[in-house]
């Protein structure tokens, strides 16, 4: 089992910056991505980021060169370095581990970006 815990999220105004932290703990030597969906009232789950444990990244087309993904394996954490916030970016951001096939999350953080 993983356990996921998500912190930092916020209300901002438009342009601003936040940066959201995951830490992991439990069975986590074989996590291989961690990354980040976000959701908003009234639509789907949609993919932000994601980090490789060799360090790949991979982004939504609608954050790139505004968020930044990282991670830091020796604190089990990763992170959502989130500037030039809009508006549309407003959901409740949940980290999500793949770990030996299995998938897990986060309960999550709001994010609220006011124009």
């Known amino acids: 089992q993983v356990q996921l815990v998500e912190s930092g999220g916020g209300l901002v105004q438009a342009g601003g910056s936040l940066r959201l932290s995951c830490v992991s703990s439990?069975?986590?030597?074989?996590?291989?991505?961690m990354g980040w969906y976000r959701q908003a009232p009234g639509k789907q789950r949609e993919f932000v980021a994601r980090?490789?444990?060799?360090?790949?990244?991979m982004y939504a087309d609608s954050v790139k060169g505004r968020f930044t993904i990282s991670r830091d394996n020796a604190k089990n954490t990763v992170y959502l370095q989130m500037n030039s916030l809009k508006p549309e970016d407003t959901a409740l951001y949940v980290c999500y581990c793949t770990n030996r096939g299995e998938v897990y999350w986060g309960q999550g953080t709001q994010v609220t970006v006011s124009s």
């Open positions: 980090a490789t444990s060799d360090g790949s990244t």
């Open positions: 439990g069975s986590i030597k074989s996590i291989n991505i």
